[in-house]
C-alpha cells in the first residue's frame, strides 16, 4: 500500500499570507507513461463534504481559485495556498489514485493566526 | 447540477447488516466509475471500494473485503454498499463519490455526496 504523510498535522497563517501544506507518498506515484502525477488535493470544510482542489497533482478543478496551487512529483507533493482568506480555514487531504488501495494523507487543519 | 444523494444509514448493532444506496443525477451515470469513501467520526477519510461503469472491475479496502459488496444499476443511476457483520470500528459517514474521468477506476473523486451516517453499538 501507498501511504500518504502530510506535515504539518495543523498550521496557523494570518490572512492574506501563504500557507505550505506538504504530501509525502511511500513510493511514487508518477506514471511514466505518461508522465502524470496521480496525487489530487481536497479542502473539507466544517460539516461539508470534502471538495476537489487539484489533481494530477497541479490542475486546478472548475471553479476553484488560482490562489490555489499544486506542485511536486514522484514522492514529494505541495500544496500551496498564497494568499490566505477567512473561506479558506478547513482540512486539506492529499490522495494518491495510482493504485489500489487508494489512500489519503492524515490531513491538515489550517486555521487563522 | 450534478449531484450525488446517499441514504441508508442509521444504527445498528454489532453482526448486523446494512444497505447504503446512492443516487447520482445530472450526468451520465453509467459511463463513471463509481466509489465509496468513509469518514469515522474526527477522522480522517479512507476510500472503501470501487467500481467500474460496467460493474466488472471492483476493488475494496482490506478493512472491508469479504464484508462488504458494492454494486450499481445503471438504468436506476444508483450506486450501493452491501455491509455485513459490522463492526463498531465501522462507524462512519460514508461518502458516494464520482471519478473526474470517463473510464476504469483510479481517479481523483471530483463529485461527493453529503453522505450517510453509519453507526455500529449494541
Known amino acids: 500500500d501507498i501511504v500518504m504523510t502530510q506535515s504539518p498535522d495543523s498550521l496557523a497563517v494570518s490572512l492574506g499570507e501563504r500557507a505550505t501544506i506538504s504530501c509525502k507518498s511511500s513510493?511514487?506515484?508518477?506514471?511514466?507513461?505518461?508522465?502524470?502525477?496521480?496525487l489530487s488535493w481536497y479542502q473539507q470544510k466544517l460539516g461539508q463534504p470534502p471538495k476537489l482542489l487539484l489533481y494530477?497533482?497541479?490542475l486546478r478543478d472548475s471553479g476553484v481559485p488560482d490562489r490555489f496551487s499544486g506542485s511536486g512529483s514522484e514522492t514529494n507533493f505541495t500544496l500551496t495556498v498564497s494568499s490566505l482568506q477567512p473561506e479558506d480555514v478547513a482540512v486539506y487531504y492529499c490522495?494518491?489514485?495510482?493504485?489500489?488501495?487508494?489512500?489519503f494523507g492524515g490531513g491538515t487543519k489550517v486555521e487563522i493566526k | 447540477e450534478v449531484q450525488l444523494v446517499e441514504s441508508g444509514g442509521g444504527l445498528v448493532k454489532p453482526g448486523g447488516s446494512l444497505r447504503l444506496s446512492c443516487t447520482a443525477s445530472?450526468?451520465?451515470?453509467?459511463?463513471?466509475?463509481m466509489n465509496w469513501v468513509r469518514q469515522a467520526p474526527g477522522k480522517g477519510l479512507e476510500w472503501v471500494s470501487s467500481?467500474?461503469?460496467?460493474?466488472?472491475?471492483?476493488y475494496y479496502a482490506d478493512s472491508v473485503r469479504g464484508r462488504f459488496t458494492i454494486s450499481r444499476d445503471n438504468a436506476r443511476s444508483s450506486l450501493y454498499l452491501e455491509m455485513n457483520s459490522l463492526r463498531a470500528d465501522d462507524t462512519a459517514l460514508y461518502y458516494c463519490?464520482?471519478?473526474?474521468?470517463?473510464?476504469?477506476?483510479?481517479?481523483?473523486?471530483?463529485?461527493w455526496g453529503l453522505g450517510t451516517m453509519v453507526t455500529v453499538s449494541s
Open positions: 463519490t464520482k471519478d473526474t474521468r470517463v473510464g476504469d477506476p483510479g481517479d481523483a473523486f471530483d463529485v
Open positions: 445530472a450526468f451520465s451515470f453509467r459511463t463513471y466509475s
Open positions: 467500481i467500474s461503469p460496467g460493474g466488472d472491475k471492483i
Open positions: 513510493q511514487s506515484v508518477l506514471y511514466t507513461s505518461n508522465n502524470k502525477n496521480y
Open positions: 494530477w497533482a497541479s
Open positions: 490522495q494518491q489514485y495510482y493504485s489500489t488501495p487508494l489512500t
